[in-house]
Every structure is written in C-alpha cells, then in structure tokens.
C-alpha cells in the first residue's frame, strides 16, 4: 500500500538555542522522570525536591507519520548539569525496530552519545558543534551533556524504527560519565 501524497514543508532551527523556531509537538523530561537511571539516587531525589523537580532534557519534534517511508526528525536538548558526579544524560533506548539507525548533528554545547548492543559492544562519539554521529542499526543510544551549556542536537531516524526503552533500562549502559574536579571521568 503507497504512502498518501504529503505537501513537501521547511522548518526553522535556531541555531544558537538550539531549538525549532516553529511549534513542534514538544516533549520533557524533568528530573523525576528520571528516576532509575542514575548511580547516585539519593542525589538525584534531592534534586527533585531543592531544585522544584529541574527540566532535564526536551525534544521538539515535526508531526509525521510514523510509517515506513518517512522519515522522523527532531531537536532534543540536554540540561548541563550533573546528579551526584554522573552528567545530566537521556534515557537511552534501542528502537522497537531494531535494524535501523539514526544520524545526529550536534547543534550546541559539548557531550557523548554512549551506545551499546546487546551482545556487548560499547561506544562513545564526542557531540561538538557541527560533528555528526551516525548510530548504526542494532545499537542502543544515549546522550550525555559533558558540558556547561545545553547540548543540542538535531536528530533524524526511519519514522517506523519506534522505541524500546525496556531492554536498556534492564540491561543499562556499561560505562558512566562523571564529573569529579572539573575533570571527566568514563568508568
Ligand atoms: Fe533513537
């Protein structure tokens, strides 16, 4: 079955922001949706509770179908800052589909995308303004914000790939970025 005709459309990206000028369907996480995924979890509940339950990270996404053919893009910014020693990062996920990868333009800001498979294998890409990391298909994916500034990032994935949250969270990630002394640390 073909896919319906689509008027062809452009969007804004504010560079310096690191956000889409036009509304897009607009999706946050605070620090409480976060809770399970951090080494130190009492640093992370007093967060929550002195700091009014912070913005952790926000992806400001086109509305398309989620159908083969398509693609889905966004802009997704990450919070500087840290829970304990461990740098503020993403979830993390494989896709539902998982034979499909995805591209990331860094925006702004300084980081890594950690990324994993499930037979074992671990890798890290730094994220700098202008350096693209290409996610191959089968592995799962998370941004870490190593630096002072929002790190922002355009992103872009088959739009059928859909996301599998459950075996990473289940699995985690083998390696951590800390911050110990203004120094970082991959443990
Ligand atoms: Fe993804």
Redesign the pocket.
């Known amino acids: 079955m073909g896919l319906l005709i689509m008027q062809p459309f452009s969007i804004g990206i504010d560079m310096i922001e690191g956000v889409t000028r036009e509304p897009a369907r607009h999706n946050v996480r605070r620090a409480s949706d976060m809770r399970g995924y951090y080494r130190d979890e009492d640093a992370l509940e007093r967060l929550i509770s002195e700091r009014n339950d912070p913005l952790h990270y926000e992806t400001f996404e086109a509305p398309l179908p989620e159908e083969s053919g398509h693609l889905l893009f966004c802009v997704s910014r990450i919070q500087p800052g840290a829970v304990g020693d461990e740098c503020f990062m993403t979830k993390g996920?494989y896709?539902a589909i998982a034979h499909t990868a995805?591209v990331h333009l860094c925006l702004t800001g300084r980081g890594c995308m950690m990324m994993k498979t499930s037979d074992g294998r671990c890798a890290s890409e730094m994220m700098t303004p202008g350096r693209v990391v290409y996610?191959p298909p089968y592995w799962a994916?998370r941004s870490i914000n190593t630096g002072r500034e929002p790190l922002s990032m355009f992103?872009v994935?088959p739009a059928d790939?859909g996301?599998n949250y459950g075996d990473i969270a289940r699995e985690g990630f083998p390696k951590r970025v800390l911050l110990r002394n203004g120094e970082l640390v991959v443990q």
Do not use: K
């Open positions: 996920h896709h995805e996610v994916h992103c994935w790939a996301h």
